[in-house]
């Protein structure tokens, strides 16, 4: 599969994300759903919150990819290196997370930067890319991403804790929407977002009978080390692998050689910081 295209990359600078369709294929889309909806580890691993309306998002966090169907996306060539062209360098694994929006319970997520949270960890700049990979649909109906095209320009804003969310300074923010384009971003299974740490972003709840499911791969430019230690690891060299790696382990796994969720690196949830639970 090629790299991103030089428009592709024109387009992440200028509007602080971009949308690749069709990243994954349905066969790889599907080996990895079914792997998360069958993995007991992940599922008693995962976390919860209230979103203030009785509705609740799990997820599930870990900072070293492994060896298991998760780690295959997370370190197959046509992400880490698609990365480091938006990155212009070499990158490490930052975190990886599963968010698991639920049919009917799931719920909503405030507008933040992730970079509003990262920049507590020691982090300098925002040299920093996620990678959400659709499990399921995600669509306006059942909760899917929301951007602020170009809010990424606006630098880092402060975020302000309420209730058992953390989000960016609604002032901020309500008077970036009078401003920017609000983009609702609808994905089909194995489609791929690339978005720069400080686009504003946030979800509405999911009131759908569907799932809306979600893996999120999240990187650090290795120039970028952070400066002291956090819940999240410093300069890790990541060792990518082959595309074909994703389907190999991914089948590995139905004959019962997968590297369960239990075998990663999962850091204590009392580590946790109020930035894994704004997604």
Same mark, same amino acid.
């Given at each position: 599969?090629?790299?991103?295209?030089?428009?592709?990359?024109?387009?992440?600078?200028?509007?602080?994300?971009?949308?690749?369709?069709?990243?994954?294929?349905?066969?790889?889309?599907?080996?990895?759903?079914?792997?998360?909806?069958?993995?007991?580890?992940?599922?008693?691993?995962?976390?919860?919150?209230?979103?203030?309306?009785?509705?609740?998002?799990?997820?599930?966090?870990?900072?070293?990819?492994?060896?298991?169907?998760?780690?295959?996306?997370?370190?197959?060539?046509?992400?880490?290196?698609?990365?480091?062209?938006?990155?212009?360098?070499?990158?490490?694994?930052?975190?990886?997370?599963?968010?698991?929006?639920?049919?009917?319970?799931?719920?909503?997520?405030?507008?933040?930067?992730?970079?509003?949270?990262?920049?507590?960890?020691?982090?300098?700049?925002?040299?920093?890319?996620?990678?959400?990979?659709?499990?399921?649909?995600?669509?306006?109906?059942?909760?899917?991403?929301?951007?602020?095209?170009?809010?990424?320009?606006?630098?880092?804003?402060?975020?302000?804790?309420?209730?058992?969310? +953390?989000? /960016?300074?609604?002032?901020?923010?309500?008077?970036?929407?009078? %401003?920017?384009?609000?983009? =609702?971003? @609808?994905? $089909?299974?194995?489609?791929?977002?690339?978005?720069?740490?400080?686009?504003?972003?946030?979800?509405?709840?999911?009131?759908?009978?569907?799932?809306?499911?979600?893996?999120?791969?999240?990187?650090? +430019?290795? /120039?970028?080390?952070?400066?002291?230690?956090?819940?999240?690891? %410093?300069?890790?060299?990541? =060792?990518? @692998?082959? $595309?074909?790696?994703?389907?190999?382990?991914?089948?590995?796994?139905?004959?019962?050689?997968?590297?369960?969720?239990?075998?990663?690196?999962?850091?204590?949830?009392?580590?946790?910081?109020?930035?894994?639970?704004?997604?």
């Amino acid at each position: 599969m090629s790299l991103l295209t030089p428009e592709q990359i024109s387009s992440y600078e200028e509007d602080g994300y971009v949308i690749v369709r069709g990243l994954f294929s349905k066969e790889e889309t599907k080996v990895l759903r079914s792997t998360a909806d069958h993995d007991n580890a992940m599922d008693k691993a995962s976390s919860s919150m209230d979103d203030g309306k009785g509705n609740e998002v799990r997820l599930a966090l870990w900072n070293h990819p492994g060896d298991g169907i998760y780690g295959m996306f997370a370190r197959c060539k046509r992400v880490v290196e698609s990365v480091e062209q938006l990155l212009g360098g070499e990158a490490y694994h930052y975190h990886s997370k599963m968010i698991l929006k639920d049919a009917k319970i799931g719920g909503a997520w405030a507008w933040h930067q992730d970079y509003g949270y990262w920049y507590q960890n020691g982090v300098l700049f925002p040299d920093l890319c996620s990678v959400m990979i659709a499990v399921d649909a995600a669509t306006q109906e059942n909760g899917c991403l929301q951007v602020l095209k170009n809010s990424h320009k606006m630098g880092r804003v402060n975020h302000i804790l309420s209730g058992d969310q +953390a989000g /960016a300074d609604s002032e901020r923010v309500e008077e970036a929407k009078k %401003r920017l384009d609000l983009v =609702h971003v @609808v994905l $089909d299974p194995g489609d791929s977002l690339f978005f720069h740490p400080n686009l504003l972003h946030c979800s509405a709840a999911n009131n759908s009978e569907n799932s809306r499911w979600a893996m999120i791969c999240c990187y650090n +430019a290795a /120039a970028n080390d952070p400066y002291k230690d956090s819940h999240h690891p %410093r300069y890790t060299k990541l =060792h990518k @692998v082959e $595309d074909e790696k994703v389907l190999e382990v991914g089948y590995a796994h139905t004959k019962g050689s997968e590297v369960s969720f239990s075998d990663l690196k999962v850091e204590d949830e009392s580590a946790q910081s109020l930035e894994e639970l704004n997604v």
